[in-house]
């Protein structure tokens, strides 16, 4: 399931940023955040955008204030609440300046960019991240937006899948519930 290639694209940066610069828990472990928000700001683009050059320690801080507010959207969806989720989408999207943009790049045709008009490294991101979860929040696949579902988990997803069943972070947090349910039936 593709809403569109620049839409997945910043979407999944949604979940990475969210997923490398929040606390919370991942695969049953406490996750107090990243020691270097930089670093783990420049990773997580990386997974997306493998040429993506690089996050400066205040970049990273600041995205890491970005994630914690694009979490709310996640979490919200998750709770069922889509009105919480588009307003806080709407708040980042004023917030941003968010700005269509058509820009062809690296050989690959015009497609649709937003960006803030603060032209910082978060405002961009934020512009760019909260108009790909709009879109997503605005169309028919809203619930493709998620919370792990793995005990003390708590990293975000999207669901690309086909029959839009997705419930975990990883195969990992899939694993081990499955591992869990396994060992508790053959006690």
């Not at 940023?17 to 919370?24: F, K, S, W």
């Not at 069922?80 to 980042?92: E, P």
């Not at 300046?97 to 032209?119: I, K, Q, T, V, Y």
Request: aromatic share 6%; net charge neutral.
């Amino acid at each position: 399931m593709d809403f569109n290639s620049h839409t997945d694209g910043v979407v999944r940066v949604a979940v990475a940023l969210v997923n490398a610069l929040t606390p919370g828990e991942e695969r049953g472990r406490p996750f107090p955040g990243p020691v270097s928000a930089g670093e783990a700001a420049t990773r997580a683009l990386r997974t997306v955008y493998p040429s993506y050059a690089g996050t400066t320690e205040p970049d990273g801080a600041a995205l890491a204030e970005v994630a914690a507010r694009l979490r709310t959207v996640f979490a919200a969806v998750a709770a069922g609440d889509i009105d919480t989720a588009a307003t806080q989408v709407n708040t980042l999207l004023v917030e941003s300046d968010a700005r269509p943009m058509l820009e062809r790049h690296d050989g690959e045709p015009w497609h649709l960019h937003f960006h803030g008009s603060g032209g910082t490294v978060a405002g961009d991101w934020a512009a760019s991240c909260a108009t790909g979860l709009a879109i997503v929040l605005g169309g028919e696949f809203h619930d493709r937006l998620g919370v792990c579902t793995a005990p003390h988990c708590d990293r975000v997803y999207v669901d690309v899948s086909r029959n839009g069943t997705r419930r975990f972070c990883s195969t990992a947090c899939q694993n081990r519930v499955k591992t869990a349910a396994f060992r508790a039936r053959n006690r």
